[in-house]
């Protein structure tokens, strides 16, 4: 017979989502450093002492908000890559997707303004790669396949290729909204030609 989750494990884990969910609000409209464990709890309906019985701290709760929402947009990347027809058409459905997503505060704030401060540049590095390297890595791999690169792509260009969108994430994260619109076009404008430059040249 399957296993049934204990009610205990129940409610630590809705314990848990339930302060994830108060910190994302928070974290994504005032940001890390404007953002205390005290109004985590407040804004959860918890105690201060329920926060530090799940997270060590502030950093290591931004860490699990951090992750959930590269998780929920990596899974919104991954149905515009699958829906689209070929690969060509899909990394841009994809990048399109996560220029979108980076206009959102619950992502461009959290994951590309505030990541580098909360987490320290080393580790937000690491966490991008954890997240960023192996999709882009597939799309690169899928986009030889089809002959849209003049070369199989190297193990180097996914770690250039997350530099790039994480470089746009940091730029439209930090940017006012009245901003987003022209960025996020000129930006797509400009992946599509760096797309271009990597094709197989016409014979």
Do not use: N
Not at 50 to 63: P, R, S, T
Not at 68 to 88: F, K, Q, T
Not at 177 to 185: N, V
Request: aromatic letters at 8%; one cysteine or more.
């Amino acid at each position: 017979m399957p296993r049934t989750t204990s009610p205990r494990a129940e409610a630590t884990a809705a314990t848990r989502a339930g302060l994830v969910e108060a910190a994302t609000t928070l974290f994504a409209e005032r940001g890390f450093v404007a953002t205390s464990i005290d109004d985590v709890a407040a804004v959860a309906g918890m105690t201060k002492g329920a926060v530090y019985h799940h997270f060590a701290g502030k950093a290591a709760l931004f860490e699990a908000v951090f992750s959930a929402r590269e998780a929920e947009v990596h899974a919104r990347l991954g149905a515009a890559l699958d829906g689209a027809p070929d690969y060509r058409s899909g990394a841009r459905a994809a990048l399109t997707t996560f220029l979108e997503a980076c206009t959102e505060p619950a992502y461009g704030h959290i994951v590309f303004r505030d990541g580098p401060l909360a987490l320290g540049w080393e580790r937000w590095r690491e966490c991008e790669i954890d997240y960023g390297y192996a999709f882009i890595a597939r799309v690169l791999d899928g986009l030889a396949r089809e002959g849209h690169l003049a070369r199989p792509p190297g193990l180097s260009h996914p770690t250039v290729v997350l530099g790039m969108l994480s470089s746009a994430g940091q730029l439209l994260g930090g940017a006012p909204p009245e901003q987003h619109d022209r960025l996020r076009g000129e930006l797509l404008e400009f992946f599509d030609q760096v797309l271009a430059g990597l094709a197989v040249a016409p014979r």
